[in-house]
């Protein structure tokens, strides 16, 4: 697959890169895929020349031909679903079905932008001045660099990119290096759609060649990550050099609240697959289960009981449930998770460690923890991974204070069945998203974004484009 592609630079493919090659690694079996060429300085500096250039000649691109554009790409995207998704499961290891809602996401993402490109409204406001006019106006922020990690290749980059070209930005992006194909696939349909040369660019490789010559030039103007805390920390640290515009969605630790009228097994019917999609690693996934007492027995009885029946396997098998983690680096993290939560005195209630007789690949099965106290790593740090850790609550005061506590504000969830109770809820909780009795907080029509070390920024609706776009002032007097 990957030598029908390479890095994307002005419009055409570069099958060979200035740093070699990339080794590309299925984790469900720790096979080689295939390689990639993998980006050199001199090749980031012609994807900043290709933006640059590009952008003078996009924004002035109509809103209704740019939409015409994103539009093409979104068929072009949803007539290669089969390809795309296979590609997303052999790369990131879900399971397929997960991986073709994905690729329907990010193609939802492109239709949503599409239309929004042509709602980028100004305002007037009434001068002082007699016979004056004050203007406010929208125009694109320049060129944009998009970073996005390994977890959702294809909707990460979706996000980015769709609202962008609908303000009328040229793109570079730099996917995470372990799950190049899907971006490959995403920008070869935007090149099968017509998108100008050096709109829309791709480049892979190492920090030191591609993110440092990105953040270093003045050229680039807006920076959108979605990874890890400590990663958007160290950017917007490098941002500040160049003044860049920054938006980023980082790290979660989503707590879960069951309180005492939730139904239990219609709560766990919808708790279960959420939490073990994607093996865990989702930054909107519950981490932190808190239950009412009267339920908590039951609670983690039922949950245990599910997670221990799902079925492991490679994604590309239909009946498989739960797919890999992505590399050893995450199975060693979630080994110290549980290894915390044993010397802690919780209980393994499903789980617990790699599958018995899988010899290959990066699997740990579902896991459910009670028992622990609320600073254990369980609780107390995002696990991105198949853990589910429950802990009982007595009452509401208690239960909001815990799971406000921690620097993390990305989502959170409430089960109940009270009308006064579920807007107390959402006043008090900390987060940027509040999901209740419902996990479905990603929709292209809906801002996605968290508060505190969560980031800054929303992707996603209205809102999403604003982060692509200056704000002028026209002040006329006549």
């Known amino acids: 697959m990957y030598e029908r592609f390479g890095l994307f630079i002005d419009g055409d493919w570069r099958a060979r890169g200035g740093q070699g090659a990339l080794d590309i690694v299925d984790p469900a079996t720790g096979e080689t895929l295939g390689e990639v060429p993998t980006a050199a300085e001199a090749d980031v500096d012609d994807a900043i020349g290709a933006a640059d250039k590009a952008l003078k000649r996009w924004r002035a691109t109509s809103a209704w031909t740019r939409a015409d554009f994103l539009h093409a790409a979104a068929d072009r995207m949803h007539e290669r679903t ?19 809602r994905e690729w329907a996401l990010s193609v939802d993402q492109f239709r949503w932008y599409a239309e929004e490109a042509r709602r980028i409204y100004g305002r007037i406001v009434e001068s002082r001045a007699p016979g004056g006019r004050v203007e406010v106006l929208h125009e694109p922020v320049g060129v944009v660099a998009a970073f996005t990690a390994w977890n959702f290749p294809a909707v990460l980059i979706a996000r980015k990119v769709a ?36 709109v829309v660019n791709l480049v892979i490789g190492p920090t030191a060649t591609t993110y440092t010559r990105l953040m270093a030039s003045p050229v680039v103007r807006k920076i959108t990550l979605t990874g890890s805390t400590a990663v958007g920390q160290q950017m917007i640290r490098d941002a500040a050099a160049t003044m860049k515009r920054v938006s980023m969605e980082l790290g979660g630790n989503a707590p879960m609240i069951v309180f005492d009228d939730a139904h239990v097994d219609t709560v766990l019917d919808l708790a279960v697959p959420t939490k073990f999609a994607n093996a865990g690693q989702v930054c909107v996934a519950p981490d932190r289960f808190y239950v009412h007492e009267s339920l908590h027995d039951a609670f983690v009885s039922g949950f245990a009981k599910r997670a221990g029946s799902l079925k492991l396997g490679h994604g590309l098998d239909e009946t498989t449930q739960m797919g890999p983690l992505i590399n050893q680096r995450r199975v060693d993290a979630i080994e110290a998770v549980v290894a915390d939560a044993n010397k802690r005195g919780g209980r393994i209630e499903a789980g617990g460690g790699r599958p018995q007789g899988q010899n290959k690949g990066f699997f740990f099965e579902p896991t459910v923890i009670s028992g622990l106290p609320d600073d254990a790593i369980a609780l107390a740090e995002e696990n991105f991974g198949p853990i589910a850790a429950i802990t009982p609550f007595s009452d509401n005061e208690e239960v909001f204070q815990r799971a406000n506590a921690g620097d993390f504000g990305l989502s959170a969830y409430v089960f109940t069945r009270d009308p006064t109770r579920i807007r107390e809820a959402v006043s008090r909780i900390e987060s940027g998203m509040v999901g209740v009795n419902s996990f479905a907080l990603a929709a292209a029509e809906a801002p996605f974004g968290g508060i505190k070390l969560s980031g800054m920024g929303r992707e996603g609706g209205t809102e999403g484009i604003l ?7 026209s002040q006329v007097a006549v």
């Open 467 to 473: 982060d692509f776009l200056n704000v002028k002032l």
């Open 82 to 100: 089969e390809e795309a998704a296979r590609q997303i499961t052999l790369e990131a290891g879900k399971p397929l079905a997960q991986a073709k």
């Open 163 to 198: 609202p962008a070209l609908a303000a009328g930005c040229s793109v570079i992006i730099r996917p995470s290096s372990e799950v190049p194909g899907a971006a490959m696939i995403m920008v070869d349909c935007l090149r099968q759609a017509g998108v100008p040369p050096g």
